[in-house]
């Protein structure tokens, strides 16, 4: 059976669109290059997210299901893609490095510079469960390879991390594609939920943490109540 078969394309033809132009890109890719084909639309995943990897993962292993390319080559293609992928963002954080964006954030409205200081600490406590953990969270999958090259995670860890987390989540969903055949679309709602909570739940965070930026902004702006405390005076020694 062709992946251009309306069978298999049936959920995207009903939702025209930049994701559905993405799908049948994924798809031509697919049918051309097979699981290497997969493999390089993963990778472009990470680069650029709006690429759904909840349609290309189950279409591979519908593929293989199909007798088209083996469930083994189909993992192995598309975690090489998501390491290639992460490995190129790492890239790119490392080029930026901590100096570059501490003078970023000097010039960022509600930022400061001793907020990349404290991310650089937070990162430097839980970076290696960020890493891992961020494979299987969207979004967090792709962005979370910036902070690990900004603050030069040492690249043989980095590797490891990124070939275990995004083989868990490579995994999974070529599997369930595997497993439910022509009813793999039915992942793409399922995941689609999952990541509206994370956005929600990020959305959340960034609202909270704007609103601690100006309340201690506006702490620090305020004039010193009378008869409050004087200020504390060192003694000369």
Known sequence: MSLSSPSVLAATASDPGPITRLTDWAVSLMESLGAPGAGVAVALENLFPPIPSEVILPLAGFTAAQGRLGLLEAILWTTVGSVVGALLLYGLGAALGAERLRA??????????????????WFARYGTTAVLVGRVVPIV???IS???????????RFLVLTAVGSGVWNTTLVLLGYGLGERWPQIEAAIGTYQKGVLAVVAVLAVAYVVHLLVRRARADSPPQPGGPAPRRHARR
Do not use: C, N, Q
């Not at 910036?146 to 043989?156: Q, S």
């Open 146 to 156: 910036i902070p690990a090259g900004v603050e030069r995670m040492p690249l043989g």
């Open 104 to 121: 970023v954030a000097a010039r960022l409205p509600l930022v400061r510079v001793e907020d990349v200081d404290t991310a650089e600490a």
């Open 141 to 143: 999958r792709s962005l």
